[in-house]
């Protein structure tokens, strides 16, 4: 189950002028599950596919059979593309792994500062009565820095997503 924000802070992370990021987590991990399954299923369709091509030039002889023999095993034969899709695909599967990861430490982080937040501001309220008002302006100020530090956590998910 993706993790939500709960109904109590939505207000305050619209109060700052923010969004709660859509992604989900769990959609994402079961994306890399898929990818790198596809990536295993792939190597033993290669294996598969060396053991045939092998059994051909083992069991027989000739010109033509040589000739396969060489084009099997060059670079750019199905074999080596077999492999290099079975390491693409392994490779997006982590990649899509850790991208579900950045997204619940971020939804976490998010979660948690709004919590600090409110828990500020309430502190902000009572010692405005106790000074007569002038506490109010910080209520300004933690809203800020709440601001401040989710967006900055929000821009540093990103960057780690696209620059990996």
């Known amino acids: ?13 619209s109060e700052l002028g923010l969004e709660f990021p859509k992604a989900d987590e769990d959609e994402i991990a079961a994306l890399g599950a898929a990818w790198t399954a596809l990536g295993t299923d792939i190597a033993a369709r290669r294996t598969e596919a060396d053991a045939t091509a092998a059994a051909v030039w083992d069991d027989s002889t000739g010109a033509d059979i040589d000739a396969f023999k060489t084009w099997w095993q060059k670079e750019d034969s199905p074999p080596k593309s077999l ?16 991208c579900a990861l950045i997204v619940i430490g971020l939804k976490i982080y998010i979660i948690g500062e709004l919590i600090a937040t409110a828990f500020a501001i309430v502190a902000a309220i009572a010692a405005a009565i106790a000074s007569g008002g002038l506490a109010g ?6 809203k800020q820095a709440a601001k401040e530090a989710i967006g900055l956590a929000i821009e540093q998910a990103v960057t780690a997503i696209l620059e990996g």
């Open 1 to 13: 189950m993706a993790i939500t924000l709960p109904d109590w802070l939505t207000g305050l992370m």
């Open 83 to 98: 492999e290099d899709g079975a390491t693409g695909a392994g490779v997006t599967g982590t990649a899509l792994q850790a």
């Open 137 to 142: 302006v910080a209520v300004i100020a933690v």
